[in-house]
């Protein structure tokens, strides 16, 4: 089964929504793997937000997830990533559907909850850069056969 990051940014700690966040994945069926507080450095965001290297805002972004601890989460289910990804809303909070994570919770660009791994791909590196091998755990949930279809197993 697939699975992908989520990290609560500062913004949501500061705000006393990591508990409602987490809580919104958890009812929508996804397992949490793994998760873990941790204090973000300079280098891990180099390599986090390598795709930003070269905006204004970068180093304002950086300087926001290092301004407390985050919450990496890892999420797992069927085609999780996408589910998590659309779950999470537009990048904007200001454009973001009502229902979607930032469309309830956020007004920011910026200051916008939740990361998420935006493929496949990337979330497998994503999760080898936030978590050990050792802090991935992999039981089975006991409601599997009513979260999803035997076909879909
Ligand atoms: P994503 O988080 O929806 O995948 P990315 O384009 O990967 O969006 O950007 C990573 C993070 O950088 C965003 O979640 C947001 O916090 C910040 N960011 C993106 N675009 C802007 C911007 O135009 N102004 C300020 N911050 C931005
Ligand atoms: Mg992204």
Redesign the pocket.
């Given at each position: 089964m697939e699975k992908t990051l989520v990290l609560l940014?500062p913004c949501t700690l500061q705000r006393g929504l990591a508990g409602e966040i987490i809580n919104r994945f958890e009812k929508r069926g996804l397992r949490l793997a793994g998760m873990k507080m941790m204090q973000l450095t300079d280098d891990i965001l180099n390599e986090h937000?390598a795709?930003?290297k070269d905006?204004p805002?970068f180093g304002?972004?950086k300087d926001?997830m290092m301004s407390t601890p985050v919450i990496a989460c890892c999420l797992e289910g069927i085609e999780a990533v996408q589910t998590v990804?659309m779950m999470?809303g537009?990048?904007?909070g200001r454009n973001a559907q009502p229902g979607t994570i930032r469309g309830d919770y956020c007004m920011?660009?910026?200051?916008?909850i939740?990361?998420?791994s935006?493929s496949p791909e990337n979330a497998e590196i994503e999760l080898k850069r936030f978590f050990k091998p050792e802090e991935i755990f992999d039981f089975t949930p006991s409601n599997l056969a009513y979260l999803y279809a035997l076909d879909e197993l």
């Open positions: 940014k937000y795709h930003l905006k805002f304002m972004l926001s990804r999470a537009a990048t904007n920011s660009n910026q200051q916008n939740v990361h998420t935006d």
